[in-house]
């Protein structure tokens, strides 16, 4: 049963992503389509929502580059703190939408990355963004990205959903109620995790976190495999093109590159291309990342029905927990 349904909301396509809201939804809150998207149409979520993505960002970059071990400390804490959230409905769970997260471990992964391979992007802001973490950190795909951005951005979500409330009142009427929560929330003007209480709707017995309908995705705008294929291995087919003595033009195809030791795929490939393109003042990132954006659109009501209508299963949990091949 949709949102629409559980509220008997008559409008079929309503401001926010009309999810079921009795199971998981094989959709991921992207980082990248929130920017887009706030940028396009501005918001007070949305400029909320982005200001959290760019403040603990930063945060734990800087513990990251930090000489002091506290900071280290700091760091990976910051990091430790997204469980997995049922409020908004997303995600890979077989059955119901309560999945099970593994924050501690993820969390320490990630920031193991971010000391060691990813490092010395981060040191000369390449790698600046919450949403480039797909492309940089090995076990980052949509899953984690949409947990860690669902929890970044909480209390956006949750000026939003009350939005809602005003805007569609049959959420709080008749039988329906609401519920009061307690979450960790970051808040980016002290830099840290803080506790709240926050008033939502219920529905099928759970609370309910409503998003902004363009701020999902059935999968990342940027991801690792994307990038790998058109930004990687374009650059490297540029850089070995030449020009015969005949005028004619030799392109290797990118079959023929990626079994080359230094572009085999990988997160280190990646990481290390971009980095030595940069001393040549070639930002591939960059180059990719403008091209990302003069493409995107956002999804039409027909698209996001019919995403919306398959479930998740088995075989979906195992092609988005592993590093997909590229296109």
């Known amino acids: 049963?949709?949102?629409?349904?559980?509220?008997?909301?008559?409008?079929?396509?309503?401001?926010?992503?009309?999810?079921?809201?009795?199971?998981?939804?094989?959709?991921?809150?992207?980082?990248?389509?929130?920017?887009?998207?706030?940028?396009?149409?501005?918001?007070?979520?949305?400029?909320?929502?982005?200001?959290?993505?760019?403040?603990?960002?930063?945060?734990?970059?800087?513990?990251?580059?930090?000489?002091?071990?506290?900071?280290?400390?700091?760091?990976?804490?910051?990091?430790?703190?997204?469980?997995?959230?049922?409020?908004?409905?997303?995600?890979?769970?077989?059955?119901?939408y309560?999945?099970?997260?593994?924050?501690?471990?993820?969390?320490?992964?990630i920031w193991n990355s971010l000391t060691t391979d990813a490092q010395g992007l981060l040191n000369v802001g390449i790698f600046h963004m919450l949403e480039e973490m797909p492309v940089f950190i090995d076990g980052v795909g949509s899953d984690v990205t949409s947990d860690l951005t669902t929890r970044i951005i909480f209390e956006p979500l949750?000026?939003?959903?009350?939005?809602?409330?005003?805007?569609?009142?049959?959420?709080?009427?008749?039988?329906?109620?609401?519920?009061?929560?307690?979450?960790s929330v970051w808040d980016p003007r002290v830099k840290k995790w803080v506790e709240?209480?926050?008033?939502?709707?219920?529905?099928?017995?759970?609370?309910?976190?409503?998003?902004?309908?363009?701020?999902?995705?059935?999968?990342?705008?940027l991801d690792y495999g994307g990038f790998y294929q058109k930004g990687v291995l374009t650059y490297a087919q540029q850089q070995q093109t030449v020009i015969l003595e005949n005028g004619k033009v030799s392109r290797p195809s990118k079959k023929i590159i990626e079994k080359q030791e230094k572009y085999q795929r990988s997160r280190n490939t990646v990481i290390k291309v971009v980095r030595d393109a940069s001393r040549e003042n070639e930002l591939i990132l960059d180059k990719f990342k403008k091209m990302l954006e003069n493409d995107f659109s956002s999804y039409s009501e027909e698209k996001l029905a019919e995403l919306l209508a398959k479930e998740p299963g088995k075989q979906d949990y195992e092609a988005y927990s592993k590093v997909l091949p590229a296109a």
């Open 196 to 221: 709240k209480d926050f008033l939502l709707p219920v529905a099928d017995n759970q609370p309910l976190l409503l998003i902004p309908r363009n701020w999902a995705r059935g999968s990342l705008v």
């Open 158 to 183: 949750v000026l939003f959903t009350q939005k809602m409330l005003i805007a569609y009142p049959q959420i709080n009427s008749g039988d329906h109620t609401t519920q009061t929560i307690h979450r």
């Open 1 to 96: 049963m949709k949102v629409t349904d559980f509220y008997s909301i008559a409008e079929e396509d309503p401001l926010f992503l009309n999810v079921h809201v009795d199971r998981d939804n094989l959709l991921f809150l992207d980082p990248f389509a929130i920017r887009q998207e706030t940028q396009t149409q501005p918001s007070e979520h949305g400029e909320s929502a982005l200001l959290c993505m760019k403040s603990f960002f930063e945060t734990v970059a800087g513990c990251a580059l930090s000489q002091r071990a506290g900071d280290h400390q700091r760091g990976e804490k910051l990091l430790q703190v997204f469980t997995e959230p049922s409020e908004t409905r997303l995600g890979m769970s077989k059955n119901g």
């Open 98 to 109: 309560k999945g099970k997260g593994a924050a501690s471990k993820k969390g320490t992964d």
